[in-house]
Every structure is written in structure tokens, then in C-alpha cells.
């Protein structure tokens, strides 16, 4: 029996090449295997944007936890569960316009869940017992290093959104089929940053440290009342103030001011400055810091909490830190800072006395 003639066009068609797809980029990185049997749904059958493509596996090193706590060992990814994040990834470049790489789903381990059963031992427990001072620094098979706060990991009001990523998939554009270039290895993802600096490959070692300089601690002092900041980088000494700095726009940020000890304090919105308005003519915006830099914030009473760089200056949520002038203020005045981006107001130190930039 003859084949229809439609079949026998079709199966030379096929085999001459002209039903090929386009040249992928995958091909340039390593062998990276699908990472399931599941069909990308690449004809929109249903409303979800991101699962169009096919997901990739990323290859995984072991990863081993350190620092300030009571268990340190290697991460039983096995025991996690995998979660999810969408970025727009770009590199930074200095006097150009920031490089895009292309935009991603990743799937992964979530630091909240793999940090989450680590028992932590500060190593200046005994002078400041709060969790805000923690960061973390995380190294790679290549020895490149980046820090992130404690803060980010566990008071952030969008939970799992940084992960260590061990699948990926690009979010193609229905129209120029762009297919961007995919990693070859495992992958930090800082979901809320908008220049993809820390997003270092092959992560091996997350290391748990508090912050070292030591401030005396007073919490008798009344009234709480700072009367300047001063403001340092590293050592030096680069500005104080006692008045909003001139020429700086006021914003309004509502919220729902809740602590993690003593639950809601008000419901009243805060005004002031963003923190990375005023840091930016103090403070390089570059690789290095965006990779490296902390910022920390300390009060009179040596009340003190640590931000990184890249969560105040970097931010694609436009979840800012606000410093807030509060004058006449007889209990935390009369400046103090607010982390918009935080559901606990517990990094909001009052009666601010210092502002320190450094670099690990």
C-alpha cells in the first residue's frame, strides 16, 4: 500500500533539515540534561507564563555550612523543598548602560530553608543578643565571595526568593524567540536584586558570622536622643549630620510597623529620605561592593543592625530603607531607620548615631 503523498513531503522534509529548530545556545555550555519528563507548554494552554520552555538540571557541588553555629556540615539537599524564582539577570558596567543576560525561572534550594535548622551560636552573644547583626558570606568553587544579611534571608516580606538554583529556564519572548544564554553550573539567585552581581556559580560554602565591631550597649539612656549621625567608610570618617541632608526629596512610605518580640507598634506611614539617595554620593556603586559591601546602622544606645550594600542600593522591588527624621522625638530621635522591605520592624534603629560602610 502507497503512503499518502502529504506523509512522504513531511518525512523529507524532516530529514532535509528544513524543520530544524534554530541554533540553541545550550549547546555552548555543557551537557546539561532536561530536567524532567514534563512538557513544556509551549503553545499556551494555560495562563502561566514560565512554564514554557524546558527546564534544564544545573550540576550541584557539595555545600557545606560553617561559622557562628552549633551543627555546621554539609546541605542534605534531599530533605529540602525545591522552590522558585523569576529574574531579569543583568551585569553591571561602568559608564555604559548595565549588560543583560537574559530572563530566567530558577528552581532550587531557598537559603531560609537550608540556613533554617542551623543552630545559631554568636560569637558576641553575651553583649548583643539579637539576630540583626548576622550576615553571611558564600563562596564559590572559584573563590569568589558575596554577603548577604541575615535580614534578607529571614525578615524580608517576600519569603524564598533567594536560592541556590539547580534548574533553570529561559522566559522567551513570544515574538523575537530570543533564547538566552543558559549557565553551565548551580547558581546563587538573589531574586530582589536588580544588577545579578551576586549571582556567583557553584556555590560550596555559606559561612554564618556576626558582625565584629563592638558598641557599648546602654539601654537605660533617657532621653533616647541622638543629636548627630556621624557617618564613616571603613575607618574614616566622611560626613556627620543633624539636619536631613539639603536638597533631598521627601517620601512617604505606608506601612504595618510590626515587631518579632512585641507584634505592632503602629500602622502610621514614615517620612523621610531613601537611605541610597544619601549614600550615593558616598559610596562607589561597583562590583566589588555591590559583591562585598555591608552597611551598618547603629544607635546611641549601641542598638545596631547590619544591611548589605546591594540590599540598599540595588533593589528591583523598590522596597527602600528610609532614614527618617524625627525631631523632637524623646524616645529614638532624631533620626532613625526604617526597612520598608522587611515584615519585622526589628532592623528599625532609632536614635541613629553611626552609619558605617564596609567591605569584606
Keep these: 500500500m502507497k503512503k499518502p503523498a502529504s506523509i512522504v513531503l513531511l518525512t523529507l522534509l524532516l530529514s532535509s533539515g528544513f524543520a530544524q529548530k534554530p541554533e540553541d545556545p545550550l549547546k555552548n555550555n555543557s551537557d546539561l540534561k532536561a530536567a524532567s519528563q514534563v512538557i513544556p507548554d509551549k503553545t499556551d494552554r494555560n495562563n502561566n507564563f514560565y512554564d514554557n520552555e524546558e527546564t534544564y538540571s544545573l550540576p ?34 561602568q559608564d555604559t548602560a548595565n549588560q543583560f543576560v537574559g530572563a530566567y525561572r530558577y528552581d532550587g534550594y531557598s537559603l531560609f530553608d537550608i540556613l533554617c535548622d542551623r543552630r545559631l551560636k554568636k560569637k558576641n552573644a553575651a553583649d548583643f543578643r539579637p539576630i ?11 573563590g569568589e565571595k558575596v554577603v548577604l544579611s541575615w535580614g534578607e534571608i529571614y525578615y524580608p516580606n517576600s519569603l524564598h526568593n533567594i536560592i541556590i538554583a539547580t534548574e533553570v529556564m529561559r522566559i522567551v519572548p513570544s515574538k523575537t524567540k ?3 544564554p543558559l549557565p553551565a553550573e548551580s ?10 552581581e551576586r549571582n556567583i556559580s557553584s556555590p560550596v560554602k555559606i559561612t554564618i558570622i556576626s558582625y565584629r565591631r563592638n558598641y557599648m550597649v546602654n539601654r537605660d539612656i533617657s532621653p533616647l ?16 549630620f543633624s539636619a536631613t541632608p539639603d536638597k533631598m526629596q521627601t517620601e512617604t512610605l505606608h506601612t504595618i510597623f510590626y515587631g518579632k518580640g512585641r507584634g505592632i507598634h503602629s500602622t502610621q506611614p514614615f517620612s523621610g529620605v531613601y537611605l541610597k539617595d544619601y549614600l550615593a554620593g558616598k559610596i562607589q556603586f561597583n562590583r566589588e561592593n555591590l559583591r ?13 543592625s547590619v544591611y548589605t550594600f546591594s540590599e540598599i542600593m ?9 532614614l527618617v527624621p524625627c525631631p523632637g522625638e524623646k524616645d529614638g530621635g532624631k ?11 526589628d532592623r528599625a534603629v532609632k536614635a541613629l548615631s553611626e552609619i558605617r560602610f564596609e567591605r569584606r
Design 187 to 196: 547558581k546563587l539567585i538573589v531574586g530582589q536584586d536588580l544588577i545579578s
Design 292 to 304: 562585598k559591601g555591608l552597611v551598618i546602622c547603629a544607635g546611641i544606645d549601641g542598638y545596631r
Design 335 to 345: 533620626f532613625r531607620i526604617f526597612p520598608s522591605c522587611d515584615f519585622f520592624s
Design 60 to 93: 550541584v557541588k557539595e555545600l557545606i555550612i560553617a561559622g557562628e553555629i552549633e551543627n555546621p556540615g554539609k546541605v542534605d539537599f534531599s530533605k529540602l523543598v525545591k522552590r522558585s524564582v523569576i529574574v531579569k539577570e543583568a551585569l553591571l558596567k
Design 178 to 180: 530570543d533564547l538566552w
Design 132 to 142: 540583626i547583626d548576622l550576615f553571611v558570606e558564600i563562596e564559590n568553587d572559584k
Design 225 to 240: 536622643v541622638s543629636e548627630k549621625v556621624d557617618v564613616f567608610s571603613g575607618e574614616a570618617q566622611t560626613d556627620s
Design 314 to 322: 540595588n533593589r528591583n522591588d523598590q522596597a527602600e530603607v528610609l
